[in-house]
Every structure is written in structure tokens, then in C-alpha cells.
């Protein structure tokens, strides 16, 4: 039997954009799991887990009462989640690409570590918003919402942000180079965008807007730096 056609690049960016966001669906979910979990270490225990149609069906937790919780054990509980993400999506990722597995899966495996790299990121640049949302705006709300605090948080969000745009374009490359192959520096920037970028500014457009993480003109700014990131730490 003949091989397979390579995806067009048209084709490839739409599944791809389509698998960031059942990627954000599975994020939210495991972020919610996770720091149920931890709660219940830190001794606010899960009463229920709910899941509804008006909330896209994603597990919600409700937990006890975290008033007496100290910063420390608060931001434990609160970073469980993101922390949870980056480890299932690095697992698939490392499993698909051990076991070789088919196409649509280590492309899925892609996206879904993609959106955990800049889950990070985007959390700490939410964070700083004074209308934001996210894990980190949840824990500077818990701690008076400093100014310097927020400052601290964008700067971190920027340096993240170079740190995991560089690691994203260097598994997007090795991952679309068995749908696609070359290796010119144009060609491997253009297979980021399809494969990273895309489906990146997908998943944090998911966040910002559906999830409740920030406003509109902040999302044009942040989704400009995320798609110039990718391209410039493409070699």
C-alpha cells in the first residue's frame, strides 16, 4: 500500500486548532481534579465533584471552606492543577513519541503539550491583570492583589514565556517533520505556526475569553507576543 499523502498545511491547522481545544476541555478537568487533591492534603476536603451542561461539562470541584488555610498551603492547593497538566501532557507526549505511535495521536500529544508549556505563562500574565482571571490572579486576590506582586508576575510571565516557546518549537519541529519533511529555517517557522501557533492562540483565546482569564485588549497583545515568541526561537 502506498503512503499516505502529508496533511495540507490548511487541513493540518485546523485538526490542530480543533485538538487544542478539547486539549484546554482536558486541562481544565485535570486542573480542577488536581487541586481538589490537594486541598484535601491541606485540609480542605472535596464535598463534591460536579459536572454540568452549562459549564461544557468539565468536572468542577467544590470544596470546603479555605479560610484558615496559610499562604503556603493556599498556593499549594491553587498550583496543584497547573502543575498536573504539565505532567499528564509531558506523559503523553513521551509516550507517544517512545512507542511511535499513529499520526493523530503524537499530533494531539503535540498540541496538548503545547498548551500545558504556555498554560504557565499565560497564568502568570493573567495573573497581573487587575481584571484577570486564572490560578495566579485567584492567589494574589487571597494575598491583597500587591502592585508589586502583579509586576513580578508579568516580568515571570515574559521570561516563561521565552523558555517555553523555545522547548514547543523544538518539539513541534521534530513531531511535523514526519508529516512534512524539510529543514529549511522558513519551512520549520511555517510548521510551528501550523502545528504550536495556531493551535496555542487557539487554546488561549479558550482561556481568556471562555474560561474568564482576561479581556479582550489584553488577549490581542499577548497573543502577538506568543505567535512572535514561537517564530523567534525557531532556528
Known amino acids: 500500500m502506498p503512503p499516505r499523502p502529508p496533511p495540507q498545511p490548511s487541513t493540518l491547522t485546523i485538526l490542530c486548532s480543533a485538538a487544542a481545544l478539547v486539549?484546554?476541555?482536558l486541562s481544565?478537568?485535570?486542573?480542577?481534579?488536581?487541586?481538589?487533591?490537594?486541598?484535601t492534603a491541606v485540609g480542605v476536603p472535596i464535598r463534591s465533584i460536579v459536572v454540568s451542561s452549562s459549564s461544557l461539562f468539565i468536572p468542577t470541584?467544590?470544596?470546603?471552606?479555605?479560610?484558615?488555610?496559610?499562604a503556603g498551603a493556599y498556593a499549594f492547593?491553587?498550583?496543584?492543577?497547573?502543575?498536573g497538566i504539565l505532567v499528564a501532557a509531558g506523559a503523553l507526549q513521551a509516550i507517544a513519541n517512545v512507542l511511535w505511535s499513529r499520526g493523530w495521536l503524537r499530533g494531539?500529544?503535540?498540541?496538548?503539550?503545547?498548551v500545558a508549556l504556555l498554560w504557565v505563562?499565560?497564568?502568570f500574565a493573567a495573573g497581573a491583570l487587575v481584571h484577570g482571571g486564572g490560578p495566579i490572579h485567584e492567589l494574589y486576590g487571597r494575598l491583597g492583589a500587591p502592585l508589586a506582586g502583579r509586576w513580578s508576575a508579568l516580568a515571570?510571565?515574559?521570561v516563561l514565556l521565552a523558555g517555553t516557546a523555545r522547548l514547543a518549537s523544538i518539539q513541534a519541529v521534530q513531531v511535523g517533520r514526519s508529516w512534512m519533511r524539510?529543514?529549511?529555517?522558513?519551512?520549520?517557522r511555517r510548521l510551528v505556526r501550523v502545528t504550536a501557533g495556531w493551535p496555542g492562540i487557539a487554546a488561549i483565546l479558550a482561556l481568556a475569553l471562555g474560561a474568564g482569564w482576561a479581556p479582550t485588549p489584553w488577549v490581542v497583545i499577548y497573543l502577538t507576543m506568543v505567535m512572535m515568541s514561537l517564530q523567534i526561537s525557531t532556528l
Not at 481544565?28 to 486541598?39: E, F, P, T, V, W
Not at 470544596?63 to 496559610?70: A, D
Open 108 to 114: 494531539f500529544a503535540l498540541v496538548w503539550f503545547v
Open 61 to 70: 470541584v467544590v470544596q470546603g471552606p479555605s479560610g484558615g488555610l496559610g
Open 121 to 123: 505563562p499565560t497564568a
Open 28 to 39: 481544565l478537568g485535570i486542573d480542577q481534579l488536581a487541586r481538589g487533591g490537594a486541598g
Open 156 to 158: 515571570l510571565a515574559v
Open 182 to 188: 524539510a529543514d529549511a529555517r522558513e519551512f520549520r
Open 77 to 83: 492547593m491553587v498550583l496543584a492543577g497547573p502543575v
Open 23 to 25: 486539549a484546554v476541555w
